[in-house]
């Protein structure tokens, strides 16, 4: 049943039989029900705030794409489309729904168009094809269209269509083409032979030159091996070449020596091999480029040597070169792109550069660019940070040349370059100098650089010169013997020439301070070359307080040894199995003088006995293998005396020169043992007795209960029925008596349950201010008999706990119980209230009255169980001193808190803190 359903049924008995407790239910559930239908209303609103939002995001994500798509019907009629195919066919934005899509279709495409829509099923729900599309102002556009088949949510066909123009690509196509025939067109009146070859060393192409070099006939040497035209030196020569050109996809350049049988001379040809690449990157073939170079060969063979270093320098450079128009769109792409963009050349030519130019740097890449292209000719050096294919940043190093005027470039040809490595090693050695400088002027020493021949300092750290009291001019102008006390001139002329002579010296002396004192000094001095001119490092260690420290660390060591030899523990050093060192308090542990001890005939094995004795083996063998053993441990050994002592044992392994010692210390506690036997046997036994008790309360509370719920009742009939006052005043009498050993017996049952873990809770979310609003004037029956005022204030707001709210009874019943017994006029007050406490929302419940209050060094007592304020057989109040004791332990299982202050004569108050939301 929902709440709604609840709610008529409620009102249906209300009107039935009109009662104002009902009313308040109802009302009650009118609320809760109104909350519920504004969370829905809240939820539904949240709900159409995210499908808003979904919405808005997949139609910026669908504008978005970089691509061309297009919804159409089954009649080929637009029916959505994206930002892009606006552009794409040059329309205005809200003219293109319902339109036919095959009116933008080139005529010669159309049959082919419609043979491929038509193919698709749902075994075969995409293709791709070419497309020439026509846009609204009458521009060509070459594109690949991709369809695929689709439904609506009504189960109508429709189609989806992705097109890529590919103008740009058919423009690069064509420059290729015009590329290939400006280079035969080069080829051909080249004063050098060229010519390309497969794998094989077969010629694939040729110009006039190299046939006219070798003695051939152009028309016959294509399809021929190489070996067949030229001589068998140069072919052997090329043939290895090229298969290391294979097998690499280096460049090779090389000057060969050539017998020409046709003129018997002796010339000089310039080979130079370059690896043709296909467009997956792998080497398809090998161009060669052969130039005679006789002529020169002895007039500039030094030029040529030059000449050929570089041209080897720029073929294996490991720079990127690149050629754009004047936006920066490259339509040639260096073979190496991939080494240092991480993208291939191919890959490359698409990319927009701005897209992967850091931030920072786009306008200076920008600028640069556009300085170059106002400025034909000139070079613009420049540097950025480029995002690598990986996602990683890089710094490229671009010179920018403008070649627009060169008619075989026609373009501006970028040369790029990574410096990452660079800038890192810059930085790294930008920082090492500022480390090693902030060393050398923060180090707590000083340090300097002296001129052996002045005997002054040329450089020298803030250290050198504060720590004697000096400013930097008057130290920069002081010699070594002016702030040395120790040595002469003489002596410090003879010790400069031994550290020159042996390289360094390490000595003690005493520096001057500017007041007079002195300081003692440790001098450590080397002897360096700093462009070319020999310098002596020294470093000066200030070790007055280092002599005060080891005087200290003797007396120190002094004071420990007398420690360790008085100690009432014994010490002892282990080495194997065998001691080396132990204290007196060993011998009368073991009591065997320390010789004994000490001698080499003597081990632990004879100490040892039983399982203690493998126990102490296994650990000496594991302590040697380097394992690691627990520190602390117990033993039995038997004395000098022959009496079992059981000891105990803390040990720490350590290593001094590559010996493993055990330094441990030796307790015995073999009287303390027998106590704690002593003390275990006792408690076993009062545990049991306690059990015991914990039983024979269980049953003796069931039979108890049983005949005295028999006193209670009988006596109560009678005193319905009676009417003679004497006889009502003993029945009220017996009805007291029984009340009083009822709740005495239930507060002994209650402590059992506690005491032997049995009493379970039942937790809930309890309403603490609606709960104890039950405490008011006609529900506090115990207050009928004495002239108390008895008030209740409750917080305003709704105060939860999670509690057991027959346990919470139990805890107020008792506390209210106490302020009245110990209140014979005055008041009674509960208050509910919220504080925030130790970092928390804590509920607290207080009762406070105005009785006789508790004395200070009693209120630790009565918590205790069977404890009262007033003690003995003359104290004044009822009760076995069970109800503070019950309350305390509860509120511990509610994880609560009581505080209780007190002061005779004026009253008591009681505190309960309980965690709330």
């Known amino acids: 049943m929902n709440n709604w359903e609840k709610f008529e049924k409620n009102l249906a008995e209300l009107k039935a039989n009109p009662d104002m407790d009902k009313v308040d239910i109802l009302l009650e559930e009118i609320n809760i029900y109104r909350f519920e239908l504004e969370a829905q209303n809240e939820e539904l609103k949240r709900t159409n705030l995210i499908l808003y939002e979904s919405q808005r995001k997949y139609e910026d994500l669908f504008n978005s794409i970089p691509i061309s798509n297009i919804l159409i019907d089954s009649d080929l009629k637009i029916k959505l489309y994206n930002i892009q195919t606006v552009i794409l066919l040059q329309a205005e934005r809200f003219t293109l729904k319902g339109e036919d899509f095959t009116k933008f279709i080139s005529p010669d495409f159309q049959d082919a168009f419609y043979f491929s829509i038509n ?14 599309l026509t846009a609204y102002l009458g521009r060509k556009i070459p594109s690949t269209a991709s369809i695929r088949l689709s439904k609506d949510i009504n189960g109508n066909i429709e189609y989806i269509i992705s097109l890529i123009d590919q103008t740009n690509r058919r423009k690069l196509e064509l420059e290729l083409i015009e590329s290939k025939s400006i280079y035969d067109s080069l080829a051909s009146t080249l004063p050098f032979g060229i010519i390309r070859t497969d794998k094989n060393s077969v010629i694939l192409d040729s110009n006039k030159f190299f046939s006219e070099l070798f003695h051939s006939d152009y028309s016959s040497i294509i399809g021929k091996p190489i070996r067949e035209i030229v001589s068998n030196d140069i072919a052997d020569r090329i043939e290895s070449n090229n298969a290391f050109i294979l097998r690499t996809g280096k460049t090779i350049t090389e000057i060969s020596d050539y017998f020409d049988p046709l003129t018997r001379e002796r010339k000089y040809l310039e080979i130079n091999e370059i690896p043709i690449l296909d467009l997956l990157g792998n080497v398809s073939g090998i161009q060669i480029l052969i130039k005679d170079v006789s002529e020169f ?86 540097e950025g940070v480029f995002r690598h294919k990986d996602g990683t940043w890089k710094w490229l190093e671009l010179k920018i040349t403008n070649c627009m005027d060169d008619p075989l470039i026609k373009g501006i040809i970028t040369n790029i370059r990574d410096i990452s490595d660079k800038k890192e090693t810059w930085k790294i050695i930008t920082e090492a100098e500022n480390r090693y400088r902030t060393l050398f002027e923060f180090l707590p020493n000083g340090l300097l650089l002296i001129d052996p021949k002045t005997k002054k300092a040329i450089d020298f750290n803030n250290a050198a010169y504060i720590n004697l009291g000096y400013s930097a001019e008057e130290f920069a102008s002081m010699t070594i013997n002016q702030y040395d006390i120790v040595e002469t001139e003489e002596v410090t002329r003879k010790r400069i020439k031994k550290i020159i002579e042996t390289g360094g010296d390490d000595f003690e002396t005493r520096h001057r301070r500017k007041d007079g004192s002195s300081v003692e000094v440790l001098v450590k001095v080397r002897s360096i070359n700093i462009n070319s001119q020999t310098l002596m490092m020294v470093m000066y260690q200030d070790i007055s307080e280092l002599r005060a420290i080891l005087k200290e660390k003797e007396e120190s060591e002094l004071k420990f040894q007398a420690v360790v030899e008085n100690a009432l523990d014994g010490i002892y050093l282990l080495k194997g199995k065998h001691f080396i060192y132990v204290n007196d308090a060993i011998s009368r542990i073991t009591g065997y003088t320390r010789d004994e001890i000490l001698s080499q005939e003597f081990d632990v094995d004879r100490l040892l006995i039983g399982n203690s004795k493998d126990f102490v083996n296994e650990r000496i063998q594991m302590r040697e293998s380097g394992s690691e053993n627990s520190n602390n441990y117990e033993v039995e050994i038997i004395n000098k005396e022959n009496e079992k002592r059981i000891i105990d044992i803390s040990t720490k392994t350590y290593t001094l020169n590559d010996v493993v010692l055990s330094i441990g210390i030796m307790r015995d506690i073999t009287e303390r043992k027998l106590i704690e036997n002593e003390l275990k046997s006792a408690k076993d036994a009062a545990l049991k007795s306690v059990e015991i008790t914990n039983t024979i309360l269980n049953n003796l509370g069931h039979e108890l209960r049983t005949p005295l719920n028999g006193i209670l009742g009988f006596t109560k009939i009678l005193m319905m029925e009676l009417d003679d006052p004497e006889l009502l005043e003993m029945t009220k009498l017996i009805t007291f008596s029984g009340q009083r050993l009822k709740r005495t017996l239930e507060a002994l049952l209650t402590l059992s349950e506690i005491e032997s873990d049995k009493y379970n809770l039942i937790l809930d979310q309890v309403n603490l201010t609606h709960f104890l609003s039950m405490y008011d004037n006609f529900t506090i029956d115990l207050l009928q008999d004495k002239p108390i005022e008895y008030s209740l204030d409750l917080s305003e707001e709704d105060i939860v706990i999670s509690s057991d709210e027959f346990i919470l009874h139990q805890i107020l019943y008792n506390i209210l119980d106490n302020s009245y017994k110990f209140t014979d006029n005055g008041f009674v007050k509960m208050k509910l209230s919220k504080e925030f406490v130790e970092n928390k929302n804590k509920a607290i419940i207080e009762i406070c009255d105005s009785g006789i209050g508790i004395e200070e060094d009693k209120i630790e007592v009565i918590f205790l169980p069977f404890r009262q304020g007033s003690e003995g057989v003359s104290r004044k109040f009822e009760g076995i001193g069970l109800g503070l004791t019950i309350v305390q332990k509860i509120i511990q299982k509610l994880n609560g808190k009581l505080e209780i202050f007190s002061e005779v004569g004026k009253g008591t108050n009681i505190r309960l803190l309980f965690d709330c939301e």
């Open 297 to 382: 060969k002895k007039s500039e063979q030094v030029l040529k040597d030059s000449e050929y270093k570089f041209r080897k320098l720029v073929e294996d450079s490991s720079d990127l070169f690149l050629i754009s128009d004047g936006n920066a769109n490259f339509f040639y792409v260096g073979a190496n792109s991939e080494s240092i963009t991480g993208y291939s050349p191919e890959e490359a030519l698409k990319l927009k550069i701005y897209d992967h130019i850091h931030n920072d740097y786009q306008d200076i890449i920008k600028n640069a660019y556009m300085e170059s292209f106002n400025n034909k000719g000139m070079t613009i050096s420049t």
């Open 119 to 132: 193919g698709l099923d749902e075994n075969n729900p995409s293709v791709s094809m070419e497309l020439f």
